[in-house]
């Protein structure tokens, strides 16, 4: 079975540059890279208007600062 390490959100949307703020929606996504898959974040605009070709995706929100992991 392989091996999966996805990273942190950013905070950051991976197509406009733009903050995600706290509490916002947004789509996180597994991009195929030349170097495996690589998590990228993207705003909700920037999804419905240039939804990126991915190997898979889930829509979440940005913690809040002082919310725990569920």
Do not use: H, S
């Not at 996805?6 to 170097?35: H, M, N, S, W």
């Not at 909700?44 to 190997?55: G, M, R």
Request: proline share 6%; aromatic share 12%.
């Amino acid at each position: 079975m392989a091996e999966w390490e996805i990273k942190k959100p950013l905070g950051q949307c991976a197509g406009t540059d733009r903050i995600i703020e706290p509490g916002q929606e947004y789509f996180a996504a597994l991009v195929e890279t030349t170097e495996g898959l690589e998590r990228r974040d993207f705003c909700q605009d920037f999804w419905q208007q240039n939804t990126p070709d991915v190997y898979c995706f889930w829509k979440t929100k940005m913690p809040l600062a002082n919310q725990k992991k569920k």
